[in-house]
């Protein structure tokens, strides 16, 4: 179709509802400088230092962070106890993981990377910290690394709809629409609620000038997710496309 109209339409989402940890705050959506405290390395542990022991100090930090990130949605005071967690037991992964999506939900990208890829050091294994450190590379428009982080996420759990969405998004900003699309389409077939692929999808549709498909999947998305962080720009582009079709 030729007469489809010139949009603005790359979506760039927020993870948290990717990850499937929590809802985003909607107290914590303006975009924060990361912070200049200097990362450590993390080492490689001895065999038997990966056997974590309960430690009263590393829960009691757990358990406020948690509070703070799920029920008080207040994700700039939950990295502070997070951060305490992982400085009292360097080898938690679980620690690293909620830091960097407390960290994702402040948009503090490079931070959350770090996080993440701190948790993936710890459990190499761990399907969602190579996910997650993917999605913040996605969000600093690292596609390259980003891939290749996305792709052991992948070979370690192939069906995860989350992956298959968020390495869409990698290639879509590598120009590779075509190759997001068996992703995109991966990532429904895998969660038929998922409201994310289908804003993409619409995006794809409009490179093949197809705006009638194109409306479809961002109805979609809409009905899936009228909440969402999606659904402003969604109405909008459906009222721009049901405009140029004469559908209005």
Not at 78 to 104: C, H, I, N, T
Not at 159 to 186: F, M, V
Not at 226 to 234: C, H, I, K, Q, V
Request: hydrophobic share 40%; aromatic share 8%.
């Amino acid at each position: 179709m030729r007469n489809t109209p010139s949009l603005a339409l790359i979506f760039i989402l927020v993870l948290s509802s990717s990850l499937m940890f929590a809802q985003e705050s909607s107290s914590q959506t303006t975009r924060s400088a990361p912070s200049t405290e200097t990362s450590r390395p993390t080492p490689t542990p001895a065999p038997e230092a990966r056997k974590r022991r309960s430690v009263p100090e590393v829960e009691d930090a757990m358990a406020k962070g948690e509070d703070l990130l799920f029920k008080k949605h207040d994700a700039r005071a939950s990295v502070d106890e997070f951060k305490r967690a992982a400085k009292l037991d360097p080898w938690y992964g679980k620690a690293y993981m909620l830091l960097g999506l407390a960290q994702m939900q402040l948009q503090q990208w490079s931070d959350a990377q770090w996080a993440f890829e701190e948790a993936a050091k710890v459990e190499p294994g761990n399907a969602q910290a190579y996910l997650g450190a993917g999605s913040a590379l996605n969000e600093q428009k690292n596609y390259v690394e980003a891939q290749k982080a996305l792709q052991h996420s992948l070979e370690i759990r192939p069906d995860s709809p989350e992956a298959h969405y968020e390495i869409a998004r990698t290639l879509w900003g590598l120009g590779k629409w075509q190759a997001a699309e068996p992703h995109l389409r991966q990532a429904i077939e895998l969660n038929k609620d998922y409201a994310g692929p289908h804003a993409l999808m619409g995006n794809i549709y409009l490179q093949r000038e197809d705006a009638e498909a194109a409306l479809a999947e961002f109805e979609e998305c809409l009905r899936l997710d009228p909440d969402g962080s999606l659904a402003p720009s969604a109405k909008e582009i459906i009222a721009q496309l049901k405009k140029a079709l004469g559908k209005q």
